[in-house]
């Protein structure tokens, strides 16, 4: 079963069972590694190690889609996790659908309000304009999810880049905590 005949306009179904072939008819692919998260986590990572790749697919009109497979691990006590970054549109909120694994998404706002969901698959989470976003992977297999936002969205990483989030996602005795 193809799940994106013509991958731009026609209408396609998700599910749990065809997403792998999201993934293996996106146009854009990016692999983020470790030396690209350079300075985001407390410990620095393997430069070679793959934290996470983002599949986008080709689309028309006013939708984009990206799904994102967040690896597991962690650098030191911190669990994979990706960048994270604001909009450069304020007005452009962001819906995601869980497909696999266990993870959280942490967001703030530029006035220092923060919040966390947990994600299993199944769970939609949307984030409302004006929030940062990051997603972590606190379990032991990939986590994937897909982002649906509007394509002038823009990212904003650099306040993220240069201060970091609020809240940090580690293992303390084994437990997932938010510090
Ligand atoms: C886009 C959406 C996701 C992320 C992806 C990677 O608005 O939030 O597709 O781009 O999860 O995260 P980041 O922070 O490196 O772009
Ligand atoms: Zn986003």
């Known amino acids: 079963m193809i799940i994106m005949p013509d991958k ?6 998700i599910t749990p069972d065809n997403y792998p072939e999201f ?3 996106s146009s854009e692919h990016l692999t983020r590694k470790g030396s690209d998260l350079a300075g985001y986590f407390e410990e620095e ?3 070679d190690t793959v934290i996470y790749e983002v599949f986008e697919a080709e689309t028309v009109g006013h939708i984009k889609m990206a799904m994102t497979v967040l690896k597991p691990g962690k650098v030191g006590n911190e669990f994979h996790m990706t960048k994270g970054h604001f909009h450069e549109d304020d007005k452009a909120g962001e819906v995601y659908v869980c497909f696999k694994g266990q993870g959280m998404i942490v967001m703030q706002t530029k006035e220092g309000q923060t919040d966390e969901l947990r994600l299993t698959p199944g769970a939609l989470a949307y984030i409302p304009p004006g929030w940062a976003h990051r997603t972590i992977n606190t379990g032991t297999e990939d986590f994937i999810m897909l982002a649906t936002y509007p394509e002038t969205a823009g990212h904003d990483y650099g306040p993220i880049q240069e201060k970091g989030f609020i809240k940090r996602v ?3 005795n084994g437990q997932v905590q938010v510090v």
Do not use: A, L, M, Q
């Open 23 to 25: 993934i293996s008819t």
């Open 170 to 172: 580690v293992e303390i």
């Open 45 to 47: 990572p393997e430069p």
């Open 8 to 13: 731009k306009t026609w209408p396609v179904s």
